[in-house]
């Protein structure tokens, strides 16, 4: 079945470093999603991309559809201790299609 | 608009029962897809249901089941319940009427099996 790859696995960065984070897959999809989730609640939506090739801004976080179809990135600037928590990628390949998600990246902020 | 809502939050349960989870999607949504979560498995996807059929269905045994009523509310049912079967169930609900379609969590339902 579709899997997609999410990488790293964890990440542990200084207080305003930059953070960059990815999934690829072999299959081709027609959305991606980005989500992080704090401990014990649901995933939050955080950034939603339609195009391939789109570029796509919340705040301090950047993520693109890869233009291949097949990987997405997502990047957070200026981390801060808030950003701690676990990001996923999402992707969707055609509309009767279930959402399948990465296995997640987990953040750590060292103040 | 509220969002979307799980009930109950935490469920404790012993061997061999069963158990019914809830989830009302967002007003408008038509979609309700069910995950469960583990910390070894990442999101698993259980099942989807869409207008009150289940579209898609994932790998995992019939002891997993679910239903969605006319006003989009799903309900899922474990039966016989497992000491594996511990773990953070989530609802996700969507439009699904477009390609571009976001998917909104609820907060889950944590079940303990002992």
């Known amino acids: 079945g579709q899997q997609l790859n999410q990488s790293p696995q964890s990440m542990f960065i200084q207080e305003g470093e930059d953070v960059s984070m990815n999934c690829t897959s072999s299959s081709i999809f027609n959305t991606w999603l980005w989500y992080k989730q704090d401990p014990g609640e649901g995933p939050v939506l955080l950034i939603a991309?339609?195009?391939?090739?789109e570029l796509t801004s919340n705040g301090r976080l950047t993520a693109q559809f890869g233009i291949t179809r097949k990987d997405s990135f997502l990047n957070i600037s200026a981390s801060i201790p808030s950003d701690v928590g676990i990001y996923f990628c999402?992707?969707?390949?055609?509309?009767?299609?279930?959402?399948?998600f990465g296995k997640g990246t987990r953040l750590s902020v060292i103040a | 608009k509220a969002g979307v809502t799980q009930t109950p939050r935490y469920l404790i349960k012993t061997r061999g029962q069963q158990v019914t989870l809830s989830c009302s999607p967002i007003?408008?949504?038509?979609?309700v897809s069910w995950y469960q979560q583990t910390p070894g498995q990442g999101l698993q996807f259980l099942f989807e249901?869409?207008?009150?059929?289940?579209?898609n269905k994932g790998n995992f045994p019939g002891r997993f089941s679910g239903r969605q009523f006319s006003n989009s509310r799903s309900e899922m049912n474990v039966s016989t319940l497992e000491l594996g079967d511990s773990a953070l169930y989530l609802c996700a609900s969507s439009s699904r009427l477009t390609m571009n379609t976001e998917a909104f969590f609820g907060q889950g339902t944590r079940l303990t099996v002992v």
């Open positions: 999402a992707a969707l390949g055609g509309r009767n299609t279930p959402l399948v």
């Open positions: 249901y869409f207008s009150e059929t289940q579209r």
């Open positions: 007003s408008g949504h038509r979609s």
């Open positions: 991309l339609y195009k391939a090739g």
